[in-house]
């Protein structure tokens, strides 16, 4: 295949969901089926182009592919001298995520129809913007802002410039709001327990205040290096060039990429903006998935992956740049969130706060050096969080069921005793009458359980056993299972890296690596094992097949992906997967990705270390065992409580409550802000401003009264008297007109004799 | 030799009578014929001025006859109109026709 054709392909892989999204927007209201036919279609599309491209990009190896990316740029905005340019770049980084990426996206669309009840009847009960019992009532849009989220992620990842990187960046942040209050009627008996519509506007106002940073990055970048074309900053003369620039004393390469890696802060939720992840769970299932794996956080690693080589210049000879303040952050966050998922009960959070710590690693890792082991760990991160949140999904989806069965039969055999004339229970009576009144308000028929909280589950692997045995392989990747799961392969590359370079690190990423595991298997054990808890655990039954489907393939990459990232210097495995004769350790998709930024960043090669090997062997065990022997070998009885928190107490109530960050936001940054808002609103707007604007209204009416008066009394009645005198003067004057011949003649008469008499005085 | 001014008093005399004639007449013959008098009058000042100041220009007489062809077609066309609104009024009393009042 020619070049040219190459980019017109990678042009299209962005181009077709966002056409789905129009297409969906503007012709497919109501129409459920061709609405997620024309989505699905549009990502298998993006997904068959992916993949040719991702090929052929193999094929032609990744140094072959860095020197000669398939690019095309057309001038896009010219500035003065300079011209803004937009463009495709596939260089090896952009065929890796082109191939997770659609992959993820295309499994989403595909879950999505299962878990919008694409196979259910429409439930006359359903209103939009409430969780539907039947068929999602907007349907349509939901596949609209599902494929619009997805044409700004592979906008983001094709990109060859910051500036395309960052106009993907926001219209995920937009869909993000969409999607997270995509039940925006929805509220709960709980007051205190956050909404969608409020989760939304935390997700978006949060990440905004990071976005601002971003851009400021990218106008310094802009301004000292004159193009935001990835291709023409990253070489060794403009990263030297940024290097030497200061700024405050510090040199401007490092200026840039704190600031956008503020942006990248709050898009990947790493601490302390990492509050807006885990309420964004309040959206649906997919939506979290789309979020957590396949777009969004992944595009803020991305991107500072992306933005790596800029600190080129900074790095000590030899060696490949570090940069504090992303591993400090990354480092911390991966430990803090992973504290705070042990503790959590609702099945969405726990995994929610895991990602926050599995994007702390890839961060750190980054942050350290580890180039190659950060892209990994996102990659396989993304195939095995979106099976996790897929499960998830369809966990609480077949939870959701058997308490919608329970109630019915519950009904059924009140209505049962009623008829048989046994006891008569006047309360569920009432209850009764009210259910099948209620048609106007959706929450009436909304269950009193939560669907969600992992201590209402129980037993669900008889139940659910596809959901189960993904769920467990997802979960075992994530806590980085030993040798056959993809998580493994990443953690411990980025672990070996963090041993050599910087011992602090390793250690912290150890720890959150065992409670990983540790939390991951509570998560499993409270869920799947024993016996159920609930009666809606009772009546759960397997979901849908468009559910299971894409756990299933899901599943696959979860374990396979891995492999691809063996070192060939680890024993056995690496010389089966690699073959022999290489020189320095080097596995497959290190040998395709790191030609990326070979030409300005260069790595020392990492040997194998047994050290390192122990110890995530260790984590990772250790910490199921641990899992298992506190939630899996007695499975909790309905009632139960959590055994850790009488063994924890004063600080499980500290991780329970998240370390009362969002409480310290709220008292520290929410409330003065909406204090001062009210202030300023009171006294500078209404006072303020709007007294100026009311003075100068009753001003300016003033004098337009004034005017009208004088216009009344003066223009007005000015010429109103003037016509009336001429009138007044031309009806005397009639008077002379009689009709009689003889009083014209004396009239001519009188006038000759006075005109002649004036002559005579006048001229003689 | 009678001089001019005798003329010119005898005409101006004339004149006053036709003008006299025609303001205070009620009767509209007796007006018209007192704008005979007035023309008259004016032949009078014509003829006399001729003979005495330009005897060998002939325009003063040519004059003369001129405004006697207009008074007899003015008596014609005024004795033709009181005819026509005396059929219409039975009257031909100037103070009642007063068909040009506004």
Known sequence: MTEETLVLLVWLIPALPLASFFINFLFLRGRDRAAHTVAIGAALGSFVLAQIVFWTAVGQGGEHLAEHPIALSIPWLPTGLTTLNMGVLTDPLTAVMLFMVPIAVLMIFIYSTGYSNINKAPDPHDEPGYAPHGREPLYSRFFGFLSLFAAGMLTLVVADNILLVFIGWEIMGLCSYLLIGFWYARTYPDAKKITPRQAAVKAFMTTRVADIFMLLGIAFLYSQTGSLSFREIFTAEATHHLAEVLFLGIPAAQVIFMLLFIGTIGKSAQFPLHTWLPDAMEGPTPVSAMIHAAAMVSAGVYMIIRMYPLLAGTAHEGHAPEFAPMFIVGAFTALFASTIAVAQNDVKKVLAYSTISQLGYMVAALGIGAYVAATFHLITHAFFKALLFMGSGSVIHGVEHGLHTAHNRAQLSAKAEQVLGHAEPPAEHGEQAEHNHGHSDPTAHEPKMDPQDMFNMGGLRKKMPVTFWTFLIGGFALSGFPLITAGFWSKDEILADAFKHNQLVFWVLALSAFLTAFYTMRQIGLTFLGKPRTEAAEHAHESHWTMLLPLVILAFFSITAGFVGVKSDFPGLGLLINGPFHAEPVSPFEHFLVPTVEQVVHFEPLFFNIFPLIVSFMVALGGLFLGWWVYGRKPLEAGQPDPLAARLGGLWFVLKNKYFIDELYNTAIVQPTNRLSAWVGEVFDRKGIDGVLHGIGNGALRMAEAFRSFDTSVVNGGADQLAESIKSFGRWLREIQTGRVQNYLLLALVSVVLLVALYITLFS | ?102
């Open chain 2, 1 to 102: 030799m009678v001089p001019l001014s005798w003329y010119l008093i005898a005409a101006a005399a004339l004149f006053c009578i036709g003008v006299y004639g025609v303001l205070a007449r009620r009767n509209s013959v007796g007006i018209l014929m007192g704008v005979e008098l007035m023309l008259n009058a004016v032949n009078v000042n014509l003829v006399a001025f001729w003979r005495y100041l330009a005897p060998d220009n002939p325009a003063g007489q040519v004059f003369a006859l001129f405004v006697l062809v207009v008074a007899a077609a003015e008596a014609v066309v005024g004795l033709a109109l009181i005819i026509s609104v005396y059929r219409d009024r039975r009257s031909i009393d100037a103070e009642q026709i007063d068909l040009l009042r506004w």
